[in-house]
């Protein structure tokens, strides 16, 4: 991926060379999806010290940076990243590290947690589709709609709490909110937001060293909370309603992206390197200067030189 550094590569070299580093974890289709497929540990056989991985990642960060700017210029497409994990598969860090480079104008960052008692009156699209981001920005959802077939899903009371009529609340009831979401993600991307979808791939082993670690460390103990340890002992069931999700809604247009996560220099290598193909193939340009334009710049130019 040293691509990156050079800025004079063509495109689609770009695109091929970053390929080596996505299409391995991209998933498009849901048909025969498992999670167990995928090994949390992969490194694609990359061996790296911190601070090799730091630099790559700087320059990757970087070229995001840029590729951000001509989003924002063109003031058109939009792209909508969510990021899903179990608890201490490392969003937060991810997205500090990818996004370090990045003008925080054109970004916008929201974390969705238990819902509000408006939000939990409304549909449950309705928290969501607000904080779609608007055209030229980037939108990142730490946790998304996708957990209303999640955590939901794995503690049934929360599905009650939300006050749906119960004539509707039917047996497909979940597979019908999967079927919505991918309508849902359809109806985005028609629209020009596009969208990734990435599943932090930690293990179960990984995620006990991170926990300990958390309570080991004084400056670490306010990333716990004991609701952790409860969670995880539901972890077979996340992983099987995690497997319906990705099945029901792993398409070409929204593509979920099971990135491993017991490495965390490995993780953010990978998201950085999903995000900057994508912006790629979306094969952006500033916007041209019509001659009308050109001539208002001309008078404005004529102008401050008068002043002098
Ligand atoms: P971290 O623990 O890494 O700081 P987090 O995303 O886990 O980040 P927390 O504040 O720990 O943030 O937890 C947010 C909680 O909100 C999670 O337990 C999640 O399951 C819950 N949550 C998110 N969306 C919903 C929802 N739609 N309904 C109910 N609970 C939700
Ligand atoms: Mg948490």
């Avoid at 500090?96 to 929201?110: F, L, T, Y």
């Avoid at 946790?143 to 009371?157: D, F, I, K, M, N």
């Avoid at 309570?215 to 990333?223: G, Q, Y």
């Avoid at 220099?265 to 193939?281: D, M, N, S």
Wanted: overall charge negative.
């Amino acid at each position: 991926m040293n691509v990156e550094e050079d800025a004079t590569m063509p495109r689609k070299e770009i695109i091929d060379a970053l390929s080596k580093y996505t299409d391995p974890f991209r998933v498009t289709k849901g048909d025969g999806f498992r999670l167990a497929d995928f090994d949390p540990g992969d490194t694609l056989g990359l061996k790296m010290d911190k601070k090799e991985a730091a630099e790559l990642l700087q320059s990757g960060s970087e070229w995001l940076a840029m590729e951000q700017e001509v989003l924002y210029a063109q003031d058109s497409w939009s792209l909508l990243l969510v990021f899903q994990a179990m608890d201490a598969a490392g969003k937060d860090g991810t997205i500090k590290h990818v996004m370090s480079r990045v003008n925080p104008q054109g970004c916008d960052v929201v974390s969705f947690k238990q819902p509000s008692e408006e939000e939990i009156s409304h549909d449950f699209l309705w928290r969501y589709s607000m904080k779609v981001p608007q055209r030229g920005r980037i939108g990142i959802f730490n946790r998304s709609y996708y957990e209303e077939a999640l955590v939901v899903r794995v503690h049934r009371h929360l599905l009650e709490a939300q006050k749906i009529p119960s004539q509707l609340v039917g047996e497909n009831v979940w597979s019908d909110r999967l079927a919505d979401i991918a309508r849902f993600e359809d109806y985005l991307t028609r629209q020009g937001v596009v969208i990734l979808k990435f599943y932090l791939n930690l293990s179960y082993e990984e995620q006990k060293k991170r926990f300990l670690e958390r309570l080991d460390r004084p400056e670490k103990n306010w990333k716990f909370s004991a609701s952790d340890v409860r969670e995880r002992r539901h972890w077979n069931d996340y992983m099987r309603v995690y497997d319906e999700a990705i099945r029901a809604t792993a398409s070409k247009a929204a593509p979920w992206f099971v990135v491993p996560a017991d490495n965390k220099w490995f993780t953010r290598l990978v998201v950085a390197a999903v995000i900057v193909e994508a912006l790629e193939k979306l094969d952006l340009k500033y916007p041209k200067t019509s001659p009308e334009q050109m001539k208002d710049l001309a008078a404005a130019r004529k102008e401050l030189i008068a002043e002098e």
